[in-house]
């Protein structure tokens, strides 16, 4: 759900997030929690869960729980994420690209090469 949420939430523009989109996200996690707080009750194939599961799921449906009641702040610590990668992406690129221009498209040898020459 988090990594749905994620690429639900995830733009380049902040003209792109849409209210039907938080919505959508908002409504996920109400179905999610109340999925987590179905199985709690019925458990699993009729069978009732055993304690690590039982407090498993009490800690997921506690996460899921703070992401549904302060879901502002969720999605702003996945906007900004967001925004970290594509700054780090773009410097990745502009490093590349001042390499290239300084010391021209330098490949690297393969494997054959390396035996072949000894390098």
């Known amino acids: 759900m ?6 639900l939430l995830s733009n380049e523009k902040i003209s792109h997030m849409t209210i039907a989109k ?4 908002v409504m996920l996690w109400l179905f999610f929690i109340g999925f987590l707080i179905y199985k709690l009750i019925t458990g699993y194939s009729g ?3 055993s304690t690590g599961m039982q407090i498993v799921m009490f800690a997921v449906l506690g996460i899921s729980g703070l992401i549904l009641v302060f879901n502002r702040g969720f999605r702003n ?3 900004g994420l967001g925004i970290e990668i594509m700054k780090a992406k773009s410097e990745m690129k502009r490093t590349v690209a001042e ?3 300084k010391f021209g498209d330098i490949i690297t040898p393969t494997s054959d090469e390396v035996e072949r020459f000894g390098r």
């Open 77 to 79: 610590w996945v906007r």
């Open 47 to 49: 069978h009732e869960l």
């Open 22 to 25: 938080i919505m959508m996200e």
């Open 2 to 7: 988090i990594f749905f949420s994620a690429m």
């Open 99 to 101: 390499e290239t221009k």
